[in-house]
């Protein structure tokens, strides 16, 4: 006998597959499929076709906290950043593991992952979060797959809630303005200066140094990021977040200016600070040297320079780069130029991010072909048009 079909429940069979015999006794290859007996006898036709093409292979018996353990050693440090391989261990810990860490990595269905995502659902945790979970999960099974420890993943056939995309919040010209006046006051007000008009990410200038800043040629080289989070071996620096967030990125004449008076300030306070100084070689420190940490700057300074400049609460500092985006698209710039300085993968991600400034670049793309084209000969051809009509 090939294999077998066992009843074990209401939607819920053994499908077994004769392996062959150890020492007299029969071995077998045991599935559990939950579904009809046609979803059992479908699963058992499958098994006996990959037995037969030499495919077939025995689901581990390691429980989910087991697999996971295994693959978090093994196979995610080499591949992930710090930062990321951290958010797996958190995200992990908190969402899968206590309702499936003690299952059977080979008894996980599609059913079991999609009760795991509505419930965190219902506890109103975010689209996106679920989504993050997923793919954490989908990554680890995956590779279950790739060693042979899974005949398929799981996480194929369950259903994910829609991204629901945050609305972008841009300043706008004038609020710009305001911001970058209000901030001339702050202590950081440099800092703030580069962030808006360079588009990096926050801890892209907090990670950045002196030796990646060239003031002569009024430019600055993202090669590092800050990890934002403080953790037990904090500072930590990290590479940037794609191959393409390493760039050079020209600074405006005002920023490079006041870039040069911040750094004779800080040669003032390292001096006064004496063998106490921490010389990480950073643009942007604290007293003593050190990073700034980002729950402070945005309180402490970022969330003041709003109030004084009369701008909603509500505005991010995350907005400094969105707001750079927009300004430089708006104002008329190749997209291209804005991808490269915002460090996108590609123009694409561009384009479905700010999307929203696009009509207007195209209203004015025609104003500028009316110009181009026709000049001012718009009444002259008006005339022509109409006596061609009257013919």
């Known amino acids: 006998m090939a294999g077998q079909i066992i009843k074990r429940s209401d939607n819920t069979y053994t499908v077994r597959v004769f ?60 591949t992930l950043r710090e930062s990321t391989y951290r958010q797996y261990v958190a995200y992990l810990k908190r969402y899968v593991r206590p309702k499936l860490g003690s299952r059977r990595v080979a008894g996980l269905d599609p059913l079991a992952l999609q009760e795991l995502y509505a419930g965190m659902q219902a506890r109103g945790l975010s689209p996106r979060t679920v989504r993050y979970t997923h793919e954490i999960v989908r990554t680890a099974l995956l590779q279950a797959v790739k060693w042979r420890m899974l005949p398929q993943s799981p996480t194929a056939g369950v259903r994910l809630p829609q991204h629901r995309r945050v609305e972008i919040r841009a300043l706008t010209p004038d609020e710009a303005h305001a911001f970058v006046t209000a901030a001339e006051a702050d202590k950081h007000g440099t800092l703030f200066a580069l962030a808006l008009a360079t588009g990096m ?40 977040k794609t191959p393409h967030s390493r760039r050079m990125i020209p600074l405006p004449r005002t920023v490079t200016q006041s870039l040069q008076e911040h750094r004779d300030r800080q040669r003032f306070a390292r001096e006064a600070a004496g063998p106490g100084w921490q010389d990480y070689d950073l643009v942007f420190t604290d007293e003593r040297g050190a990073p700034l940490l980002i729950r402070t700057l945005v309180k402490n300074h970022f969330k003041r320079i709003l109030k004084r400049a009369e701008l909603p609460d509500t505005v991010r500092l995350y907005d400094l780069r969105h707001s750079c985006a927009t300004l430089l698209l708006g104002a008329g710039e190749n997209i291209k130029v804005v991808s490269e300085r915002l460090g996108h993968a590609s123009v694409r991600i561009t384009l479905d991010r700010y999307a929203h400034v696009l009509p207007d670049m195209q209203a004015r793309a025609a104003e500028r072909l009316e110009g181009l084209l026709f000049g001012s000969r718009g009444e002259h051809r008006h005339t022509i048009g109409t006596q061609t009509a009257g013919g």
Do not use: C, I
């Open 19 to 78: 392996q062959g015999r150890d020492g007299g006794k029969r071995v077998y290859l045991n599935y559990t499929v939950h579904g009809t007996k046609k979803d059992a006898e479908r699963k058992l036709t499958a098994l006996l076709h990959d037995k037969d093409m030499g495919a077939l292979v025995e689901p581990t018996r390691m429980s989910v906290n087991e697999y996971l353990d295994h693959w978090l050693t093994t196979m995610a440090p080499p």
């Open 201 to 240: 990410r926050p801890g892209e200038y907090l990670g950045l140094r002196w030796g990646d800043v060239d003031l002569k040629a009024g430019t600055v080289r993202v090669v590092r990021a800050l990890d934002t989070k403080p953790g037990p071996s904090w500072p930590r620096f990290t590479e940037p």
